[in-house]
């Protein structure tokens, strides 16, 4: 076991609850906010298990993951607010 896979294991926990918040929650907007913290908790494992294992490619694959969540949030927040 590397030191790698302790935070592996708690971002892989933190999935588990967002995936619960995200269908019970009350909200749009708290299914929102799951929905992007799920997926940044995905590129996170994606990008420790690139570190784990000497993947370059894995490093290109979360920059790109990074900037279209980011896209996509500011987007589902006008989409929620109504343009506001």
């Not at 790698?4 to 971002?11: E, S």
Request: aromatic share 8%; glycine share 8%; charged share 15%.
């Amino acid at each position: 076991m590397t030191l790698l896979d302790i935070p592996m294991v708690a971002i892989g926990l933190v999935l588990v609850a967002v995936v619960v918040r995200a269908v019970l929650g009350p909200t749009q907007a708290d299914r929102a906010v799951a929905a992007d913290l799920a997926f940044f908790s995905f590129l996170a494992l994606v990008a420790l298990f690139g570190a784990r294992l000497g993947a370059d490619a894995a490093f290109d694959v979360v920059l790109i993951g990074t900037l279209t969540g980011f896209v996509s949030a500011v987007w589902l927040a006008r989409l929620i607010t109504r343009g506001r």
